[in-house]
C-alpha cells in the first residue's frame, strides 16, 4: 500500500501563489507517475498535471500551462505543485494520486487539500 498526504492549500486572493506538497509513504517503489486531480464543487474531477517519477517527465491540462508548475523530490518521496498567477476558477479540492506499475491507472489517492481563491 501507499499512503499520500497532501498539504499547502489555503486562501489566496487571485494572482496570488500557493504551493501543494504531497508526501508518499509505504511501497512507493513500483510507483510509475505521481499527478494532482482537483474537484471543484457541482463538477466532475479533473487532470491537472503529471510526472513520471524515475524520469521527471511533465504533463499539463491546457488550463494551467504556464501558471502551474509540477516537480517532485526524490529523496523525501514528495510532489509539488506550485501555483502562480490564481484565479477564482482555480479553487478546488486538490488531490494527489500515485500510480501502481500500471502508468495508466492511478491506484493511490489523498484525502485533499482545499485551495480557494478570492476574486
Known amino acids: 500500500q501507499v499512503q499520500l498526504v497532501e498539504s499547502g492549500g489555503g486562501l489566496v486572493q487571485a494572482g496570488g501563489s500557493l504551493r501543494l506538497s504531497c508526501a508518499a509513504s509505504?511501497?512507493?517503489?513500483?510507483?510509475?507517475?505521481r499527478a494532482w486531480f482537483r474537484q471543484a464543487p457541482g463538477k466532475e474531477r479533473e487532470f491537472v498535471a503529471r510526472?513520471?517519477?524515475?524520469?521527471?517527465?511533465?504533463a499539463y491540462t491546457d488550463s494551467v500551462k504556464g501558471r502551474f508548475t509540477i516537480s517532485r523530490d526524490t529523496a523525501k518521496n514528495t510532489v509539488y505543485l506550485q501555483m502562480n498567477s490564481l484565479k477564482p476558477e482555480d479553487t478546488a479540492v486538490y488531490y494527489c494520486?500515485?500510480?501502481?506499475?500500471?502508468?495508466?491507472?492511478?491506484?493511490?489517492w489523498g484525502q485533499g487539500t482545499q485551495v480557494t481563491v478570492s476574486s
Open positions: 509505504g511501497r512507493t517503489f513500483n510507483t510509475y507517475a
Open positions: 494520486a500515485a500510480t501502481g506499475p500500471n502508468p495508466l491507472k492511478y491506484d493511490y
Open positions: 510526472i513520471t517519477w524515475s524520469g521527471g517527465s511533465t
